[in-house]
């Protein structure tokens, strides 16, 4: 090789070489997101002692649904404290906030829940003891659900100010899910419609990311009217609303035989008249009904209507329903779902102290489960369920606005039974926290990937799309402001 061609090969190889690793550690640094993902790793233990008190605050607080004033209001000023810009009151609820940092696109949302539930007071110990007889507590874990949200919010907002992410982050303190459907009213009032990809988590006895749907839900109230007489002297003069109501149940019963497995319909009386002596002018029958997908549960609404108007006429009575809330089956995003996968595999398991493995076996023997202790592990990706297990949620109507990915989290021993004490003893105490503090850090890395990933955006959006086809969210309340309670 003549010496200066060689020279020469080298001095280009030495400025190719210069020009690719250059490149190469550009796109190293756009590409690798281990900085930005320790960075909220970080964050949420800088900030643990902070989300901590906030939950351990919720949960003494045990405010039910709509009348969550202390909750919110601790939840939204610890937002605010950290710069977020908060707006109180929002879609007519005093209770429901959002919290903002950032400008421009992406946007990506979270939401938080801190409604408890009524009748499960029960101090933070493996033995069944309320704290309160007879009051509220948090029996599904929403103590920790709203503080752990805005863990990965407060972290994802330090990125943006330093500059290493660029577009808005965005809570949503969302009352009242257990019920009332808070979120629903915030859909309404158009608050999710910028939003990119919107993420949530729920408190579980496993970590996962969810795979599974929930149940299309309508909630129905269904009054008769007749008329009043004396049930002895004059039966014939009345007619009972109490008759109507029967025959409907009576009839709804003997549609079971005829509704495919993955329906629910559960009731209850309302009203059934005060005395046997006189025949009751009012009745009323407060209905469920459920279906793996909103199709088949608007079916079974048809039939469920057909009954009522049969009733009515078999006693002689006038009927009415109202529908008084209603929620969609969630929408799964799978591609969502597996970048949350990964990271959560990222950050490896839960483990917990031999005190921790204890109390977990404790209480499981206290409620009669199999004393297995914690599942700290990371689940494997489930395949999504034809038919998914029973329960709804209000998260399914935000799943048809925008993609969903929902994380469930670890904050009960195995197979804990929801809406129970187990769980409020749980989320008062460090296996509560871990949870929430996991949360925090699986949700936050995931948003580090919503903000630096746009083909992961654009992927997401897609398969949210192809699944939601033509269908168009239509609420399923009534037309008016939200059933806030009168204080
Ligand atoms: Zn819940």
């Known amino acids: 090789m003549p010496e200066i061609y060689f020279i020469s090969l080298k001095k280009i190889s030495m400025k190719v070489c210069f020009f690719f690793l250059l490149f190469v550690s550009t796109i190293t640094w756009a590409q690798d997101p281990s900085k930005n993902k320790s960075a909220v790793v970080a964050s949420v233990d800088k900030h643990q002692k902070e989300l901590t008190h906030l939950s351990d605050q919720v949960w003494s607080f045990a405010e039910i649904a709509f009348k969550e004033a202390q909750?919110?209001?601790?939840?939204?000023?610890?937002?605010?404290?950290?710069?977020?810009?908060?707006?109180?009151?929002?879609?007519?609820?005093?209770?429901?906030?959002?919290?903002e940092y950032g400008t421009g696109k992406p946007i990506i949302g979270i939401m938080g829940e801190f409604d408890a539930l009524p009748g499960l007071s029960?101090?933070?110990?493996?033995?069944?003891?309320?704290?309160?007889?007879?009051?509220?507590?948090?029996?599904?874990?929403?103590n920790l659900f709203g503080p752990g949200s805005l863990g990965a919010v407060v972290a994802i907002k330090e990125l943006i100010a330093a500059g290493k992410l660029k577009g808005t982050i965005r809570?949503?303190?969302?009352?009242?899910?257990?019920?009332?459907?808070?979120?629903?009213?915030?859909?309404?009032a158009g608050l999710f419609n910028d939003l990119d990809v919107c993420l949530d988590w729920?408190?579980?006895?496993?970590?996962?990311?969810?795979?599974?749907?929930?149940?299309?839900?309508?909630?129905?109230?269904?009054?008769?009217?007749?008329?009043?007489a004396h049930a002895?002297?004059?039966?014939?003069?009345?007619?009972?609303a109490l008759d109507g109501a029967e025959l409907f149940t009576t009839g709804v019963n003997f549609l079971r035989e005829h509704v495919k497995p993955s329906v629910r319909m559960h009731y209850v009386y309302r009203k059934g008249g005060n005395v046997p002596n006189v025949i009751p002018d009012e009745a009323s029958v407060w209905i469920w009904i459920?279906?793996?997908?909103?199709?088949?549960?608007?079916?079974?609404?048809?039939?469920?209507?057909?009954?009522?108007?049969?009733?009515a006429l078999m006693a002689g009575v006038q009927y009415d329903i109202k529908v008084q809330t209603g929620d969609y089956e969630l929408l799964i995003n799978e591609t969502g779902a597996k970048a949350l996968q990964k990271n959560m595999e990222?950050?490896?398991?839960?483990?917990?102290?031999?005190?921790?493995?204890?109390?977990?076996?404790?209480?499981?023997?206290?409620?009669?489960?199999?004393?297995?202790?914690?599942?700290?592990?990371?689940?494997p990706l489930e395949k999504t369920k034809e038919d998914p297990d029973g329960g709804s949620t209000d998260v399914g109507d935000i799943s048809w606005i925008v993609p969903e990915i929902t994380?469930?989290?670890?904050?009960?021993?195995?197979?804990?039974?929801?809406?129970?004490?187990?769980?409020?003893?749980?989320?008062?105490?460090?296996?509560?926290?871990?949870?929430?503090?996991f949360a925090s850090k699986a949700l936050a890395t995931t948003m580090v990937d919503l903000f630096e990933n746009e083909t992961l955006r654009k992927d997401i959006r897609a398969e949210f799309e192809k699944k939601k086809g033509n269908n168009v969210w239509k609420p399923m309340v009534p037309d008016g402001p939200p059933p806030v309670p009168k204080q």
């Open 71 to 99: 909750s919110s209001k601790v939840l939204a000023d610890y937002a605010e404290a950290q710069g977020f810009s908060v707006k109180r009151a929002v879609a007519g609820m005093p209770t429901a906030f959002t919290a």
């Open 122 to 142: 029960q101090k933070a110990q493996p033995t069944k003891d309320p704290l309160k007889e007879g009051a509220a507590g948090h029996g599904c874990g929403h």
């Open 171 to 188: 809570f949503y303190g969302t009352p009242a899910e257990e019920n009332g459907g808070g979120k629903i009213y915030m859909a309404k």
């Open 202 to 228: 729920h408190p579980d006895y496993e970590n996962k990311a969810n795979m599974q749907s929930s149940q299309a839900i309508i909630d129905l109230l269904v009054e008769f009217k007749g008329k009043s």
């Open 232 to 240: 002895a002297a004059d039966p014939w003069n009345g007619k009972s």
């Open 290 to 311: 459920r279906d793996s997908k909103r199709i088949g549960m608007a079916e079974v609404e048809e039939r469920v209507r057909d009954i009522a108007k049969g009733a």
């Open 346 to 379: 990222w950050l490896g398991p839960i483990t917990y102290t031999n005190e921790e493995i204890l109390f977990a076996k404790k209480i499981q023997k206290e409620a009669g489960i199999e004393e297995t202790g914690m599942k700290g592990e990371v689940k």
């Open 407 to 437: 994380f469930l989290g670890t904050t009960a021993p195995y197979k804990s039974p929801w809406h129970s004490w187990v769980v409020v003893a749980c989320g008062g105490m460090s296996i509560g926290h871990k949870g929430m503090l």
